[in-house]
Nanobody, 114 residues
Framework: QVQLVESGGGLVQPGGSLRLSCTVS????????MGWYRRAPGKEREFVAR???????TYGDSVQGRFTISRDNAKNTVYLQMNSLEPEDTAVYYC????????WGQGTQVSVSS
């Protein structure tokens, strides 16, 4: 059984930083792409960032230049470094991983407020 567990969410002031982590556990042969999405209250799910197994990255327009996705293949972990956070970044952040099918974590809350 594959599980994804996110951590690192919390409350931060505008302009601050947070680093999210997502670790994949279970019976895994290989992980292809990994990514992050978010859902803000009353809004649709939004693409945040994605990284392939070769390290190629893509970002959503609203986070480009502020967020950085990375991964540690030895630890089956993907990270999301979030800088210059804005109140509009407040959302539940979900990671996913392409392992044959697409698997999702349970989400971690990020709140940006003064």
């Amino acid at each position: 059984q594959v599980q994804l567990v996110e951590s690192g969410g919390g409350l931060v002031q505008p302009g601050g930083s947070l680093r999210l982590s997502c670790t994949v556990s279970g019976t895994i042969l290989s992980i292809n792409a990994m990514g992050w999405y978010r859902r803000a209250p009353g809004k649709e799910r939004e693409f945040v960032a994605r990284i392939t197994s070769f390290g190629y990255t893509t970002y959503g327009d609203s986070v480009q230049g502020r967020f950085t996705i990375s991964r540690d293949n030895a630890k089956n972990t993907v990270y999301l470094q979030m800088n210059s956070l804005e109140p509009e970044d407040t959302a539940v952040y979900y990671c996913n991983a392409e392992i044959g099918g697409l698997y999702w974590g349970q989400g971690t809350q990020v709140s940006v407020s003064s």
